[in-house]
T-cell receptor, first 114, second 113 residues
Framework: EAGVAQSPRYKIIEKRQSVAFWCNPI?????LYWYQQILGQGPKLLIQ????????DSQLPKDRFSAERLKGVDSTLKIQPAKLEDSAVYLC????????????FGSGTRLTVV | GQQLNQSPQSMFIQEGEDVSMNCTSS?????WLWYKQDPGEGPVLLIA?????ELTSNGRLTAQFGITRKDSFLNISASIPSDVGIYFC?????????????FGKGTKLSVKP
């Protein structure tokens, strides 16, 4: 089974610019998550989708971050405008059953804001 | 919000030694998971624990779900160089959103051949 695909792998932008990340989950996985992992920290949930609906976006900074999963398959996460503190790895994960079984993570997109 | 305290922050050991790391929380969790993350990759699930007191093994790895449901530990026996990486604990309780895992800050393991 193919894993969770993410692109790009790396992105460097200047502060106040916009950036978008893409994620394609494992085929058939209904639940998709975006996590932010700051250097030296564990991943922190930004948003969770169940099919194309948002289940939890309580930790998403909605003034600058947005995410969508229009057809219940792939997803995009956007930051506009970016701040220096947004520098992190953005991880996408998916699951097709009880989340207690854990998720499958993608390799992430490393964002550097300068 | 909920936080997990993971210790130690880092370990530097000799190949062949056993390793122990743990995770504690002020909140009760119904599920504990242990992940390993290699540089430039996403975390990979190692072991999942679903019941207080449960002891589960995966090869040289053994993890336990604490009786109080507020802690968990992971042991690695006879470490080898490929065990190098960052190990994260993660917990989930049913009071939170579905599938919302809370992660610790990680234990960085270095193995000297």
């Amino acid at each position: 089974e193919a894993g969770v695909a993410q692109s790009p792998r790396y992105k460097i932008i200047e502060k106040r610019q916009s950036v978008a990340f893409w994620c394609n989950p494992i085929s058939g996985h209904a639940t998709l998550y975006w996590y932010q992992q700051i250097l030296g920290q564990g991943p922190k949930l930004l948003i969770q989708f169940q099919n194309n609906g948002v289940v939890d976006d309580s930790q998403l900074p909605k003034d600058r971050f947005s995410a969508e999963r229009l057809k219940g398959v792939d997803s995009t996460l956007k930051i506009q405008p970016a701040k220096l503190e947004d520098s992190a790895v953005y991880l996408c994960a998916s699951s097709n059953r009880d989340p207690n079984y854990g998720y499958t993570f993608g390799s992430g997109t490393r964002l550097t804001v300068v | 919000g909920q936080q997990l305290n993971q210790s130690p922050q880092s370990m530097f050991i000799q190949e062949g030694e056993d390793v122990s790391m743990n995770c504690t929380s002020s909140s009760i969790f119904n599920t504990w998971l242990w992940y390993k993350q290699d540089p430039g990759e996403g975390p990979v699930l190692l072991i999942a624990l679903y019941k207080a007191g449960e002891l589960t093994s995966n090869g040289r790895l053994t993890a336990q779900f604490g009786i109080t449901r507020k802690d968990s530990f992971l042991n690695i026996s006879a470490s080898i160089p490929s065990d190098v990486g960052i190990y994260f604990c993660a917990g989930r309780n049913y009071g939170g959103s579905q599938g919302n895992l809370i992660f610790g800050k990680g234990t960085k393991l270095s193995v000297k051949p």
